[in-house]
């Protein structure tokens, strides 16, 4: 079953305010990763973080990962059209390392 | 060159056909993946191609047949597919099988009548 956990499923959001998806694992990850498919498209990876407390940032989007290592934050700014799409988290999991992806948070902006 | 490569995009076939999607990557990567994606659903893993060798099958039927001809190259074959096998198709690669982030081709989109 799914292991990592995220939230919120949707995510309906104005033309320039922020907004945040939240991903949760029941057990310590080695990394977390994080991917967006755009409608129509294929997951394209964005981001891998590994230390506990690591902070990222590529231009509007912050990405966090918890001192446990066992949560992470995705946080956008000042939202854009272009950031339509879905957000997947994605840990490794178990013996083999297999990557979990959460339920992914789905993003629509009004204009 | 990070690109993943594959056909086709879209096919159609019955449930008494044999077809085939094609992967192909040279990233150098020596994993490959095959994941299934239905609508609204994160992607789901279904088999792992490490160094050639087949090391991960997710219980997946066996009218999926997975085959690696080489690092590069990677098939997923079908026979005797159900309706509820219509999905995209999406292959994947990572430099090792080891939590490396993944490299995902456009998929194929899978219809089955």
């Known amino acids: 079953g799914q292991q990592v956990m995220q939230i919120p499923q949707y995510q309906h959001v104005q033309e320039g305010e922020d907004f945040t998806t939240y991903c949760n694992s029941s057990?310590?990850?080695?990394?977390i990763q994080w991917y967006k498919q755009r409608p129509g498209g294929h997951p394209v990876f964005l981001i891998q973080l590994v230390k506990s407390g690591e902070v990222k940032k590529q231009k509007r989007l912050t990405f966090q990962f918890g001192e446990a290592k066992k949560n992470s934050s995705l946080h956008i700014t000042a939202t854009q059209t272009t950031d339509v799409g879905t957000y997947f988290c994605a840990g490794p999991i178990g013996n083999d390392y297999k990557l979990s992806f959460g339920a992914g948070t789905t993003v629509t902006v009004r204009a | 060159d990070t690109e993943v490569t594959q056909t086709p995009k879209h096919l159609v076939m019955g449930m008494t056909n044999k077809k085939s999607l094609k992967c192909e990557q040279h990233m150098g990567h020596r994993a490959m993946y095959w994941y299934k994606q239905k609508a609204k659903k994160p992607p789901e893993l279904m088999f792992v191609y490490s160094y050639e060798k087949l090391s991960i099958n997710e219980s997946v039927p066996s009218r999926f047949s997975p085959e690696c001809p080489n690092s590069s190259l990677l098939n997923l074959h079908l026979h005797a597919l159900q309706p509820e096998d219509s999905a995209l198709y999406l292959c994947a690669s990572s430099l090792r099988d080891r939590a490396y982030e993944q490299y995902f081709g456009p998929g194929t989109r899978l219809t089955v009548t």
């Open positions: 057990t310590t990850l080695s990394n």
